[in-house]
């Protein structure tokens, strides 16, 4: 359970990263919607491992294949439906360590609830998985282009080193999607320098969706910021979520925190463009707190299948930062929540 | 839309503070569940306003009534329906004010989506809403109870000033719901004296989960915290929301984060009781960041339904601080969230 | 569960004949459509018994009262809740009898699903619950009504007495709805003849929706004729339903089945305005076939809770024939599922 | 809209013929099942056309590839995904017909709701939509299959001859999967004789469940034979649906029509092993009433793209009589169907 996503603009996903394939169907896109395969393609290799020092050296090759939906690149109104191949599924020979539980993993949940063996690969808590919401993502950006709404997600800081100014063009240049070009030298040799340890890093992802019409969203249960909440914490490592000076609000005074109106809204965006769980047509904005790679090379105390005492230490291609590989896959929540409200039925006649 | 939650455990809600009742159904309850009128009410009477100097004086008689659902007070598998009449309604007479957008409400968004007046009291908006929600939540709490789950949220914080300690005891006993029996009176007047001012202030709620077992919580999209994350985001003013050590986490290296594993599971609580997704048996915990009541009577500027500038003061009977109003709420979305997984179909055969 | 329906116009309903009060939410709607609270009154007149010798004698009194979603008569968004008290519930002093197990009744099957006692009353099997769709239904009517679209359900025939010729005004003012004034006497007294001897005769409700545009339906799973099929095997005592010439094309060759095509669609109606589970844009027709009602004054054999062979009288207020009862519900059932297709996501951009 | 099925055996299906793949996924299956794929296969070559005269020549590779949810054989909780290319794919050289909307298709619907082009394969009505259904159900049989359930559907008639004994045995070895041996014959010459004059024949189509235990279906909207209702309604062709002696209970008296009570429920079957919408525990039986296969080569009066009057005769490889290969699509959606109930929540503690 839990594979599929939405009301309207739905997204059924499946795979695992030791199985053939992954893929996602998205049932509800209207006809007539442009599609771009290599624009697919291209968001896909923005979330590969092996770009950077940064991220995992494992060679992925996301290659993605549209199976069904499109009538000369425009959408049909059937389901559309993509798959990508697992090319690079190393043999499974750590016999010894995968008897055991890796701390900071999914290995301990997946086997009390499935009785999967840790690590046996069976599960969908592998980063490969956000694959496909990366794929649906894209589209949902293609669907939402024509409408002037852009999403952007970039590290904001790692570990204690956080970006005092925002530079969008650099962060989306910069290996680990740095915001702060004067700290980003300073952020990058952070990461590596605890990555040689064998450690890895905690991070905060600034994220901004412009564009977005007032009105959107829905009372009470299905509020926006409450479908985009939940939609950032379903991206594992998300241990945090704030709207707009979420944080800080709850330190301030009403008289500081709201935020005056004009006469197209909000002069002020303390609130992250969403009040009452309904957009204000400000740019929403959010920041999503990263816990560091469980994965790491330094020992831990853990137990083994049998219930032993053991120590483990998680050797292999892992990422010293998700923040990088994280910001697409946030993006594409995003893009996936809003595209699921642009289609939602009329609010009034 | 936006009104109905859960998947087995389903709640549907109605209602708004100036309409006849507040009411909801609850679908999906098994049949054999002993409910216990007296019990509801008393979980509404918490979150009822003029109970203390810290919430808003305005009298509500949240009287409850079952209309259905029930044999012999043993739920039937028929869905569970209650009311609770608005008896307290102030005329609408501040006809001045009720043509101006309240700065930090959601006046202006209702009024792009629904093309509703400000301050008419159509939308599903206010806080009297959630009313329905601790409805459920009381009865999620008898369906839960059984298993030995226990879900409690208390005032962490309050705008500068923050709990030291955790006394439970004491904070269901404290006006504020305040935790640390030693800041307390501190808290009291900080909330008082920013009162006074037509001022109101934020607050960090506290909220813990025990005796929920290992394996709950679905993968990708319907992970425990996802759908938990996203409860805590549908209640109103909530800005932020942490699991475990969340906020921390994004500064702490793996090393320091991950928890160890013992026999029973993580030995230690970083994670919050969650770990992709699902629950480790460890207690969950949160913390929902709470912006100020928007509503104070300072001068602020905003304008009116002609779109001309103007400036407001929102006298009333308004909370000085939402927190202990908001967490027998949070503590009811928790419930609800819980029961839902629950009742989920098996993960094993 | 299964007490909620629909994607878009989504309807809750509650409520057993014994309890306090009948009820249901509409959540969907959006603001602005206009409800008349009396043409909502008028509908479930038209389904309550004791209004002719066809029907139970029973008085209910269905008095509705809506509790929210209303601003001056018009939707504002926020969910339409409506109840109606049960004034008319008989004392249950028939211990002896309702110990057994009713033949052709849900008592069988309530009792092996939830443990309740045969004619307990505690569950939703009782044909007062149809009380709720019938108000849905006419919320619906209002919806579409703009639109042209008409939903009218009549008695086609009872037992062996069929009508030869549709008079829809005739049949509305008939209190058996019988299609044919011809042969409405006919029906009547049979329909009589059977009552008089404790017995009661099964029906076929013949059921149109007229100014329903092309292209309402989708794909797959959620054809208009799935929708609309299950809908009207949701109405307790229909076990048989056919599109068009449903039975007949079963029977024909593809020449004669297949409606040749003209510029504005299909130019007969074999198909029953449907193709590809999409409407075609000629009006929807369809057939229901109503069982004779349950409870009869004829002995019967059957068993008590014990598992002792009994024999039973269902003697009391029992329609003699359900059809002028239930094809108001056939309307309702109709009209909500319409209006959920009225109110789908755009199909092409 | 409308590709996914099922609120807790949930199956989302893709693919048009005329595209790269057919394929599914099933979310919801618990971990543990046992899945043979070489069944699944047997189970699509039961659909498969170019079997026998009475069905279209044209030669379709359904081999299926199992993409992900499996570890060694058993389900790991993972959703299970599956795809089958297509191999057959015959150019699109008519481009005459091609513009001209056939009589008895979706052409029309489909023009009208996406703007498709006539006969474009671009839609989801081509019956080759059916192998992810089959597929679906084929899993739905080994969930179920260790409850002892089974699910069978076989030709009741076709045209105007109808069994008269049922030998299901003799019916799975019969190329029209005829349920009267000595009629078969009959049968067959009937379709073959309609069929080399170009037309296509209309048939009847039995299917049973055996082995439902009592208690599944839920009240009013989810109702069991709503449910089954829907889902066979949901099969293109299918006109008419009844359960039990549906049709006939329309002219009977209450009397006749109701089945007497015994220790282990209804001694009859009369019902079609269903009352209130829940098992009885008695076998579940329906008949599915199957239009002509509308495509004929006989000349019918149609309009062209620019709504023009033509005549259209649609060569190709088309199916005599739907009937054998609509069988299997019935049983999978009755199984997959009834797996939905068999996951579903507890209906009591």
Redesign the interface.
């Known amino acids: ?5 939405g ?2 603009f ?1 997204v ?5 990263s030791h ?5 996602l ?1 998205i ?2 896109l ?4 442009r599609i771009e395969e290599n624009q697919i393609q291209l968001e896909l290799n923005r979330r590969k491992p092996g770009n950077s020092p940064f991220v995992s050296p494992r060679k992925e090759d996301d290659q993605i ?7 000369d690149n425009l959408t ?6 993509m ?1 990508a191949r697992n090319v690079n599924q190393k043999p499974k020979d750590y016999s010894a360590i995968n008897k055991m ?1 890796r ?4 290995d ?3 086997y ?5 063996e840790p690590q ?1 690969g ?4 592998s980063g490969r ?1 956000t694959l496909s919401r990366v794929a649906a993502g894209a589209v949902a950006r293609m669907l939402l282009k024509p409408l002037g709404i852009t999403v952007s997600a970039a590290t904001l ?1 790692v ?2 080193i956080k970006s005092l100014r925002f530079d969008w063009d650099f962060a989306y240049g910069d290996p680990l999607l740095f915001l702060d070009p004067d700290l980003a030298i300073q952020a990058h040799q952070f990461v590596l320098s ?1 990555h040689k340890l064998g ?6 992802i600034e994220l901004k969706a412009e564009g977005v019409p ?10 926006l ?10 991206i ?1 490592a998300v ?9 800080t ?15 197209s ?3 002020t965006n303390n ?2 463009g ?8 400000r740019p929403i904005r959010a920041r999503l ?8 090379a ?1 020992e ?4 083994d299948l049998n ?1 032993q ?1 053991a120590t483990i230490k998680v050797h292999g291609r892992h990422d010293p930062c998700l923040a990088p590989r994280l910001a697409p896959v946030a993006e594409a929540m995003c893009l996936i929540t809003l595209a699921d409200f642009f ?7």
Chains 1, 2, 3, 4 share one sequence.
Not at 76 to 81: C, E, Q, W, Y
Not at 214 to 223: M, R
Not at 274 to 281: A, F, K, P, R
């Open positions: 359970m839990g594979n599929i996503s009301h309207y739905r059924a996903t499946f795979g695992e199985g053939p394939a992954m893929g169907i049932d509800g209207p006809a007539g919607v294949e549209i199976l069904s939906g499109l009538t049909n109104g059937a389901p559309l439906a798959i539980f701390p900071g993993h999914a301990w949940t997946y009390k609830k499935y009785g999967l046996s069976g599960g969908r808590s998985e800081s570990g204690p605890k450690d890895s890093v905690g991070a905060v007032a009105g959107w969203g829905d009372p009470v249960f299905d509020k910021n409450a479908r985009l909440g939940g939609a950032f914490f379903s594992g241990k945090a979520v704030e709207f707009g000076q979420g944080l609000l709850a330190q301030m005074l009403g008289s500081e925190a709201n935020d005056p109106m004009g006469p809204g909000p002069t609130h992250g969403i009040l009452g769980g309904i957009s204000t047509g707190f990263i816990k560091p790679t469980p994965s790491i330094i831990q105390k853990t137990i219930q005492n289609l939602a039925p009329p609010s009034r006649l």
